[in-house]
Structure formats: structure tokens, C-alpha cells
């Protein structure tokens, strides 16, 4: 089992900048892909970006390309999304989610572990 628990959502204005954060627990982050999806009111879930266990592949949606960056942090088994030039399109709910599938997924189906999702509200 690994459990998921994301922070660092909130409310910004357009232009602005958050970074998500995932820590994991046990000791299987390693051994995991992870991925960001999110969903918005109305709207299905959707991919965000993905990096693979070894952190040297990742993954990202057209919509953010350019702008948000996925990394990992093995020691602190953590996973971050540094989100740039924020638009109020990407207003969502965000979620963390982990797999020990290969090769790393992009779509939802993929993913055995999901975390309780975020809040990221911007403002326009």
C-alpha cells in the first residue's frame, strides 16, 4: 500500500506561481511512477504531468507544457509540481497518484494509489 497525501494548494491570481507537494509513506516510493491529474467542476479528470521512478523521464499535458514542472525527492519520498504562469483555466482540483506500472502511465487507469486531492484556485 502507499498512501498519498498532497499540500501546497490555495488561491493565487493569474500569472502567479504554487508548488504541490506529495509526500508518500512506506517504503515503495522508489519502486513508483507517479502522476499529477486534475479535475475541474463539470470535467472529467484529467493528466497533468507524470515522472518516472528513476526521475530521469517525465510527462506533461499539452495545456502546461512550458509552464509547470514535475520533480522527485527520493529522501524525503516526495513528489512536487511547481506550477508557473498560472491561468484561471487551471483552476482544479489536483491530485497525486502513484504506480508501480511500466511504462508510466498517462491516463487515470493506470494508477493504483490516489490522494485525497487539492484545492488550486486562480484568480483571474
Known amino acids: 500500500q502507499v498512501q498519498l497525501v498532497e499540500s501546497g494548494g490555495g488561491l493565487v491570481q493569474t500569472g502567479g506561481s504554487l508548488r504541490l507537494s506529495c509526500a508518500a509513506s512506506?517504503?515503495?516510493?522508489?519502486?513508483?511512477?507517479m502522476g499529477w491529474f486534475r479535475q475541474a467542476p463539470g470535467k472529467e479528470r484529467e493528466f497533468v504531468a507524470a515522472?518516472?521512478?528513476?526521475?530521469?523521464?517525465?510527462y506533461y499535458a499539452d495545456s502546461v507544457k512550458g509552464r509547470f514542472t514535475i520533480s522527485r525527492d527520493h529522501a524525503k519520498n516526495t513528489v512536487y509540481v511547481q506550477m508557473n504562469n498560472l491561468k484561471p483555466e487551471d483552476t482544479a482540483v489536483y491530485y497525486c497518484?502513484?504506480?508501480?506500472?511500466?511504462?508510466?502511465?498517462?491516463?487515470?487507469?493506470?494508477?493504483?494509489?490516489w490522494g485525497q486531492g487539492i484545492q488550486v484556485t486562480v484568480s483571474s
Open positions: 512506506g517504503r515503495t516510493f522508489s519502486t513508483c511512477n
Open positions: 497518484a502513484a504506480t508501480r506500472r511500466v511504462p508510466v502511465p498517462l491516463g487515470q487507469q493506470g494508477y493504483e494509489y
Open positions: 515522472i518516472a521512478r528513476s526521475g530521469g523521464r517525465t
